[in-house]
C-alpha cells in the first residue's frame, strides 16, 4: 500500500541520518460514521504494522495516539489501544510516543500512562504541549494543566527517562518563539525543583494521602504557602 511504502521512504531517510527514533502519528486510520467495517480497519492496521515492523532495522517507531482528528474516531485514541496494538504485532521495534495534549484530551493520567509503559518496557516517546482537553489546542506548557505536568515530568524522573523532551506546539497568534521559550523555561524550572527535592515528593507519594502529596507540592511551588 502506498501508505506503507511512504513510511518506508521515511525510515530511509532516518537511516541515512542515523536516526534511530521515530514517530508516527496515523490520524487518517479511524472511523466518521456507525457501521464501518472495524474489523477490517483494524485488520489492516495490525498487518501493514507487522510490515512496517520487519523492515526496521535499529530504529524504533513509536506510535503516537490520539483520540480524534480528523478522523472522529481514530484507531489508536489511547495508551491501551497503543499497547495492545504493540503487543498484537509482536514487534520490539515499536514503542508509543505520549503527546500530553492528545492523553488530555482523553482524560488520561499522564504519570499513570508513562508508569504503564516503563513496567512494560515499551520505548517511549515524549510530545509536550497543553490544552483545555476538548481539542488537541497545542498550546504552552503547563499554561494550562500545571499540575498535570509537575506529576508528569515528576514520573519521568522517577522511571529514568533519558530521551528528547519535545515541544509539539502550535503557536496561532502568539509569538512562535516566545511560546517555545516559555515552555523550555517552566519544563526546566519543574524538573529543577523535582531534581532537588525527590525525596520529600517520594515520601508524600508513598503515603498515598492526597493531603500530604498536595500539601509538599505547593509548599515547593508556591513560595508563601504553609
Given at each position: 500500500?502506498?501508505?506503507?511504502?511512504?513510511?518506508?521512504?521515511?525510515?530511509?531517510?532516518?537511516?541515512?541520518?542515523?536516526?534511530?527514533?521515530?514517530?508516527t502519528?496515523?490520524?487518517?486510520?479511524?472511523?466518521?460514521?456507525?457501521?464501518?467495517?472495524?474489523?477490517?480497519?483494524?485488520?489492516?492496521?495490525?498487518?501493514?504494522?507487522?510490515?512496517?515492523?520487519?523492515?526496521?532495522?535499529?530504529?524504533?517507531?513509536?506510535?503516537?495516539?490520539?483520540?480524534?482528528?480528523?478522523?472522529?474516531?481514530?484507531?489508536?485514541?489511547n495508551?491501551?489501544?497503543?499497547?495492545?496494538?504493540?503487543?498484537?504485532?509482536?514487534?520490539?521495534?515499536?514503542?508509543?510516543?505520549?503527546?500530553?495534549?492528545?492523553?488530555?484530551?482523553?482524560?488520561?493520567?499522564?504519570?499513570?500512562s508513562?508508569?504503564?509503559?516503563?513496567?512494560?518496557?515499551?520505548?517511549?516517546?515524549?510530545?509536550?504541549?497543553?490544552c483545555?482537553?476538548?481539542?488537541?489546542?497545542?498550546?504552552?506548557?503547563?499554561?494550562i494543566?500545571l499540575?498535570?505536568?509537575?506529576?508528569?515530568?515528576?514520573?519521568?524522573?522517577?522511571?529514568?527517562?533519558?530521551?528528547?523532551?519535545?515541544?509539539?506546539?502550535?503557536?496561532?497568534?502568539?509569538?512562535?518563539?516566545?511560546?517555545?521559550?516559555?515552555?523550555?523555561?517552566?519544563?526546566?524550572?519543574?524538573?529543577?525543583?523535582?531534581?532537588?527535592?525527590?525525596?520529600?515528593?517520594?515520601?508524600?507519594?508513598k503515603?498515598?494521602?492526597?493531603h500530604?502529596?498536595?500539601?509538599?507540592?505547593?509548599?515547593?511551588?508556591?513560595?508563601?504557602?504553609?
Amino acid at each position: 500500500m502506498e501508505v506503507i511504502e511512504l513510511i518506508k521512504d521515511g525510515v530511509d531517510v532516518a537511516r541515512k541520518l542515523n536516526v534511530k527514533n521515530i514517530t508516527t502519528c496515523p490520524l487518517q486510520d479511524g472511523h466518521d460514521y456507525l457501521f464501518s467495517n472495524h474489523r477490517e480497519r483494524w485488520r489492516l492496521l495490525i498487518d501493514g504494522l507487522k510490515d512496517i515492523s520487519s523492515y526496521l532495522q535499529n530504529e524504533i517507531l513509536h506510535l503516537e495516539y490520539k483520540h480524534k482528528e480528523p478522523r472522529m474516531h481514530c484507531l489508536i485514541s489511547n495508551i491501551g489501544k497503543a499497547m495492545y496494538v504493540i503487543n498484537h504485532v509482536g514487534s520490539d521495534r515499536l514503542g508509543v510516543t505520549i503527546d500530553t495534549g492528545h492523553a488530555i484530551m482523553v482524560d488520561q493520567n499522564l504519570a499513570e500512562s508513562l508508569y504503564l509503559l516503563a513496567e512494560s518496557n515499551m520505548p517511549m516517546m515524549i510530545h509536550l504541549d497543553d490544552c483545555y482537553g476538548y481539542w488537541d489546542d497545542d498550546m504552552i506548557v503547563a499554561s494550562i494543566n500545571l499540575l498535570k505536568f509537575i506529576e508528569f515530568l515528576y514520573a519521568l524522573e522517577n522511571v529514568g527517562y533519558d530521551g528528547w523532551y519535545d515541544l509539539d506546539l502550535y503557536p496561532y497568534r502568539e509569538d512562535p518563539i516566545k511560546a517555545c521559550s516559555h515552555s523550555l523555561k517552566i519544563i526546566h524550572y519543574i524538573r529543577t525543583i523535582i531534581k532537588e527535592n525527590k525525596n520529600k515528593l517520594d515520601e508524600a507519594i508513598k503515603c498515598d494521602d492526597p493531603h500530604k502529596a498536595l500539601d509538599t507540592v505547593w509548599s515547593l511551588f508556591l513560595r508563601d504557602f504553609k
